[in-house]
């Protein structure tokens, strides 16, 4: 009917089409809210993403302790190994 084949993927057919994919809107959407949430003047909305980015920003900053804590075992690991190797000589 609308000569695709079988096999075509929707993105393609959609492309064809002129129609935005699934991730042509959740990025729009996601782009407009971001805007709309920046250029609130409401004081609850900016609370929030206030919030928002101190929540992030601790998640990152866990996320680094743990990397460095895991970095810094795995340094102390191959140090006590490569000195009970050196003690079995």
């Not at 042509?24 to 949430?37: D, M, W």
């Not at 993403?49 to 990152?60: D, E, G, K, S």
Request: charged share 10%; glycine share 0%; proline share 1%.
């Amino acid at each position: 009917m609308f000569n695709f084949r079988r096999r075509d993927s929707m993105t393609s057919i959609f492309t064809e089409l002129s129609l935005p994919t699934f991730n042509t809107v959740v990025h729009n959407s996601r782009v407009l809210f971001q805007n709309q949430l920046t250029r609130s003047t409401n004081s609850i909305v900016q609370w929030l993403a206030m919030l928002n980015v101190l929540f992030v920003t601790c998640v990152f900053l866990v996320c680094f302790i743990a990397c460095i804590a895991y970095i810094c075992c795995t340094c102390v690991y191959v140090f006590f190994l490569i000195l009970y190797e050196l003690c079995l000589k």
